[in-house]
């Protein structure tokens, strides 16, 4: 396994980790936007498998054009290509479009009936303890990562600031049992996104990366699919003429690109965290601006999304040796 620094530059402990926490926060807004988009889309199929099909398979449609037409796209393949060869990648670190393809599959199944707020909680209530163990485990490119005492208070923090935000519904005994499948979601996000950074360091190229990850995520959908279909037949919706239902595909193709790329400066966790609360603020202005009969949007949700902010705050710059491990990896350090 490749050892790591423990010296961090300024300008990667500071000035990368900043950008790298607005830009993660700023992709967490638009996860939030592509749970509507995918959940109203399994509504209108009556089918969140086949929603979750057809939002992976245009994003994979759209990387099987963009990257053999750009040189970086190009060497990406070639490089990722001679990193299984060697064994410095290995096969499984490439599944992490399985773990996407789930989360998809969660919004078109749940959203409907629970709403983006609950959903959310659901996958922060997953996401949060699951990148503090793979940080801790060095599965991500940046290595081993230490649980410091303000890496798990924003963790914490976060899981408090989102029951807080969508309290009232977690008497709900349905919604609970139904935010089981969200909450096995974001406990593979974490792992997504480590073996997703691996992939990106092994190829030199975010878009091939993303374009692995939507590689695997639509074969195991397309499997799931052709499973249900065998056992309870086609989907008895058809497919909806609104052109914005069709846009999860691509938001997901810049999300998972943005997290390939940032997960090395910031490590999981704090990519996560930052992420979160990007979601949580879009989940707030999406039930605000559009609210569904599943949403209920009011004083505890800005609360919980604002405290929400503070714990991704407390996570990033509350200790200076989080974001140690990125000096060696930033001299050009690979996975193991």
């Excluded at 796209?73 to 990648?89: H, K, P, Q, S, Y």
């Excluded at 999981?268 to 559009?290: K, N, P, R, Y």
Aim: net charge positive; aromatic share 4%.
């Amino acid at each position: 396994m490749t050892t790591t620094g423990t010296a961090t530059p300024p300008t990667l402990s500071t000035g990368r980790r900043i950008a790298g926490v607005g830009l993660a926060t700023a992709s967490g807004v638009m996860v939030a936007l592509q749970s509507r988009i995918n959940g109203e889309l399994g509504v209108r199929l009556a089918d969140g498998i086949a929603a979750a099909v057809v939002s992976f398979g245009l994003g994979l449609l759209i990387l099987l054009v963009l990257v053999p037409a750009t040189r970086g796209g190009r060497r990406g393949l070639v490089a990722l290509r001679r990193a299984l060869r060697a064994g410095t990648l290995r096969p499984w670190q490439c599944l992490g479009g399985v773990c996407g393809a789930f989360l998809v599959a969660t919004q078109g199944l749940t959203i409907g009936a629970l709403g983006v707020a609950v959903f959310t909680v659901a996958v922060v209530a997953g996401q949060s303890g699951s990148s503090l163990l793979v940080d801790r485990a060095g599965i991500g490119p940046t290595g081993r990562q230490p649980v410091t005492p303000n890496r798990l208070v924003g963790a914490l923090l976060t899981v408090v600031a989102v029951v807080l935000a969508v309290g009232d519904r977690l008497g709900d005994p349905g919604a609970l049992a139904l935010a089981l499948l969200p909450l096995a979601a974001g406990v593979g996000i974490a792992w997504q996104q480590a073996v997703n950074g691996r992939v990106r360091a092994a190829a030199g190229s975010a878009v091939t990366a993303t374009l692995v990850n939507f590689a695997v995520g639509t074969v195991a959908l397309l499997a799931t699919f052709a499973v249900e279909v065998a056992v309870r037949g086609r989907p008895a919706g058809g497919l909806p003429g609104e052109p914005w239902l069709y846009l999860g595909g691509p938001i997901g193709i810049v999300f998972i690109a943005l997290a390939a790329a940032l997960v090395r400066f910031t490590g999981v966790l704090l990519l996560g965290l930052a992420t979160i609360a990007g979601q949580i603020v879009g989940a707030v202005l999406l039930d605000v601006a559009l609210p569904t009969e599943a949403s209920h949007p009011g004083v505890r949700t800005v609360l919980g999304a604002g405290l929400t902010l503070v714990a991704v705050l407390v996570a990033a710059f509350g200790g200076g040796k989080a974001g140690a491990p990125l000096n060696a990896f930033g001299r050009g350090g690979g996975p193991a």
